[in-house]
């Protein structure tokens, strides 16, 4: 079973369109995040959500909007696409962290990862 | 605000050889720290994380790291390489005043047979 999955695992579109990205935990877990890795690898914190709430939103253009449905679903849908928008996108989700310290102290489990290119 | 330095960008050993990756911190307070690893194609997987206790950590596949206050670094360390450990390997640093951990920009591990 897979823990955290996403679709689709690549996309390739053209600039100014809009595309969404799916991703889905089944390990109950409360707390779900996208990141961005550019292609340096450089990994960037985009938005966590708890319990459906936006948590972080690290300022991130507002043509990026995420979707959590449910606990078990945090989509990310990006408006107008741009060049660089091109990179590989990671959901993630964790625990609930030690005891009053706070859900980013647990261990995050990261999906496939869904590498976007814009032309 | 955290932060974390991977000092560097490539690594290159031989099988069997020891490895050690460097990772340094940037935070006022006690930090959580974690070690991740990310094969080629892959989302990125818990090797160890610090929080407290006893310094020397110890992880899966055989890694371990060492929080030194002192010098404000957690470096990974295992004693004899596979060719399976060819990934990329990230630190990361949290704080519980804050609500998100900070990546380095990560390390890529090269094995020569």
């Known amino acids: 079973d897979t823990a955290v999955s996403q679709t689709p695992k690549y996309l390739v579109t053209q600039m100014g369109n809009d595309k969404s990205i799916k991703c889905e935990q089944n390990?109950?877990?409360?707390?779900m995040y996208w990141y961005k890795q550019d292609s340096k690898k450089f990994l960037k914190i985009m938005f966590s959500?708890?319990?459906?709430?936006?948590?972080i939103n690290e300022t991130v253009p507002n043509r990026f909007s995420p979707k959590s449905p449910d606990k078990a679903h945090l989509n990310l849908h990006i408006n107008s696409l741009e060049l660089g928008d091109s990179a590989v996108y990671f959901c993630?989700?964790?625990?609930?962290?030690?005891?009053?310290?706070?859900?980013?102290?647990?261990?995050?489990?990261f999906g496939p990862g869904t590498r976007l290119t814009v032309l | 605000a955290q932060s974390v330095t991977q000092p560097d960008i490539h690594i290159t050993v031989s099988e069997g050889a020891s490895l050690e990756l460097r990772c340094n911190y940037s935070?006022?307070?006690?930090?959580?720290l974690f070690w991740y690893v990310q094969s080629p194609g892959q989302g990125l997987q818990l090797l160890l994380k610090?929080?407290?206790?006893?310094?020397l950590v110890q992880g899966i596949k055989g890694f371990e790291a060492e929080f030194k206050r002192s010098q404000s670094s957690f470096n990974l360390r295992k004693p004899s390489v596979h060719w399976s450990d060819a990934a990329e390997y990230f630190c990361?640093?949290?704080?519980?005043?804050?609500?998100?951990?900070?990546f380095g920009k990560g390390t890529r591990l090269h094995i020569l047979p």
């Open positions: 993630a989700s964790s625990g609930p962290g030690l005891a009053g310290k706070g859900y980013h102290t647990d261990t995050q489990y």
């Open positions: 935070y006022g307070a006690t930090p959580y």
């Open positions: 610090y929080f407290s206790g006893d310094t």
């Open positions: 390990l109950g877990h409360d707390t």
């Open positions: 990361a640093v949290g704080a519980w005043r804050d609500d998100k951990i900070i």
């Open positions: 959500y708890n319990n459906k709430e936006l948590i």
